[in-house]
C-alpha cells in the first residue's frame, strides 16, 4: 500500500530474527513480571518491528513515516532511575500528585511514575513521546493485566488500546504518520501533522480529526479588501475672497495708466 502511494519513496523494513525464549524468561524473572500472551507470541516471531518510508520532495526523500516496537532488549523500565547521576536526583515519580484524578466512569485510572505500577517502553515515538506496556496495580501484587498507554511531551497519560494485537492493528492502519498518537489525546495532532493526515490517509481514520474546529482561531485575509484602491476624496481650493467693485476700478485704472505711460515711453524711444 505504501509503495503505490503518490510520492513515497524507500519503503525499508527490518527483518529480525525471533527471540529466544531463554531471553524473555530472563526478562519476566529481571523485572519480576510476566509479558502479555500476545506480546510473548509476537516476539517469539520477531524480535522487534521497525519500518520506515519516506517521500520525495524535489527528488529528494525525506525521511516522515516510521514503526517502531522495541526488541526485548530494548523494553525498559521508565521511572526506575533517576535522571541524573547525582544521589539526590529527582526521579519520575517525583512528580506523583495525590491530587491527581483518578478513573471514574468511561476515563480510565491513569498510570503511576512510583512504585504503584510497571512502565515499560514499546516505542520512543521519534522524541514525540512514548508508547508504554503498562503493569497497573504492582502493589501487593503484580497483576497480568496490562493496557497500552501514550505518555507525551508534557508527561500526561493518554489511554490508546486494552492489549498489545490492538495497538499494532492501530500502528499499521495509521501507516507509521508522524505524531499518529496525539489523535488519541485531546488536543490532537498539529496543524504540520495533519497536512500530512491529509495527504497519506491512515487506514481507519475518523474524518472528524482532519476537520477544523470551529472555535479556533483562523487569520482570514480578504485580498481584495487588502488591496482595494481607497477613493481619495477631492481637494476643495479655496477661492480668494471677492473684492468690492470701486477697488477693481482703481486698480484697472491704474494698470491701463501704467501701461499707456510704459507705451508712451517706448514710442519716445
Known amino acids: 500500500l505504501l509503495e503505490t502511494s503518490p510520492g513515497v519513496a524507500e519503503v525499508t523494513f527490518v527483518e529480525k530474527e525471533p527471540a529466544e525464549r531463554h531471553t524473555i524468561i530472563s526478562w519476566e524473572q529481571k523485572n519480576s513480571c510476566i509479558l502479555p500472551e500476545d506480546l510473548k507470541n509476537f516476539y517469539l516471531m520477531t524480535d522487534g518491528f521497525q519500518m520506515t518510508w519516506s517521500v520525495k520532495t524535489d527528488d529528494t526523500p525525506m525521511p516522515l513515516g516510521s514503526m517502531v516496537i522495541n526488541s526485548v532488549s530494548k ?57 508504554c506496556l503498562v503493569y497497573k496495580h504492582a502493589k501487593p ?85 487588502v488591496f482595494k484602491s481607497k477613493n481619495k476624496t477631492p481637494v476643495i481650493k479655496k477661492k480668494p475672497p471677492s473684492q468690492p467693485a470701486g477697488s477693481q476700478k482703481s486698480h484697472t485704472s491704474m494698470t491701463s495708466s501704467k501701461t499707456s505711460s510704459l507705451a508712451g515711453n517706448s514710442s519716445r524711444k
Not at 499518529?180 to 491512515?202: D, E, H, I, R
Not at 475518523?206 to 476537520?211: G, I, K, P, V, W
Open 141 to 225: 501484587v503484580i497483576s497480568p493485566d496490562t493496557e497500552i498507554w501514550f505518555l507525551d511531551r508534557a508527561l500526561y497519560w493518554h489511554f490508546l488500546t486494552k492489549t498489545f494485537t490492538a495497538y499494532y492493528r492501530l500502528l499499521i492502519t495509521h501507516l507509521g504518520l508522524p505524531q499518529w498518537q496525539y489523535a488519541f489525546t485531546s488536543y490532537g495532532v498539529s496543524p504540520q501533522a495533519k497536512q500530512w493526515f491529509n495527504m497519506y490517509k491512515p487506514i481507519t481514520i475518523n474524518t472528524a480529526l482532519l476537520s477544523e474546529e470551529a472555535d479556533s482561531f483562523v487569520n482570514k485575509l480578504d485580498p481584495n479588501k
Open 75 to 131: 523494553l525498559c523500565r521508565l521511572g526506575g532511575s533517576s535522571v541524573y547521576t547525582l544521589p539526590n536526583a529527582p526521579t519520575l515519580a517525583d512528580l506523583e500528585d495525590d491530587t491527581d484524578e483518578e478513573g471514574n466512569g468511561d476515563k480510565p485510572e491513569k498510570p503511576h511514575f512510583d512504585s504503584r505500577s510497571l512502565i515499560f517502553e514499546l516505542d520512543p515515538c521519534n522524541g514525540n513521546g512514548k508508547v
